[in-house]
Nanobody
Framework: QVQLQESGPGLVKPSQTLSLTCTVSGGSIITSSYAWHWIRQPPGKGLEWMGVIAYDGSTYYSPSLKSRASISRDASKNQFSLQLNSVTPEDTAVYYC?????WGQGTQVTVSS
């Protein structure tokens, strides 16, 4: 059974970089058949897909993020990470890592000075 756990700071200042890590257990991020995703949910809004990293390291992002997002991985730790540059209060959300059929518990990130 795949388990995912997000970690990272809960408060980020505007214009800074948001960095989150998803630690995976029960499955390998470099051999799994599917890809590993980041998804967020702003307060009062629906889920927003942000991007994905596949087993081979290839990445794809939502155009709405305008190249601010970057997803990477550390195979030795079985982790994948999200960086979101130049954050604004509109980036305040619960951030989830996701693998088809499995969700992390989510982590609240607030962008505020």
């Amino acid at each position: 059974q795949v388990q995912l756990q997000e970690s990272g700071p809960g408060l980020v200042k505007p214009s800074q970089t948001l960095s989150l890590t998803c630690t995976v257990s029960g499955g390998s991020i470099i051999t799994s058949s599917y890809a590993w995703h980041w998804i967020r949910q702003p307060p009062g809004k629906g889920l927003e897909w942000m991007g994905v990293i596949a087993y081979d390291g290839s990445t794809y992002y939502s155009p709405s993020l305008k190249s601010r997002a970057s997803i990477s991985r550390d195979a030795s730790k079985n982790q994948f990470s999200l960086q979101l540059n130049s954050v604004t209060p509109e980036d305040t959300a619960v951030y989830y890592c996701y693998y088809p059929g499995y969700w992390g518990q989510g982590t609240q990130v607030t962008v505020s000075s």
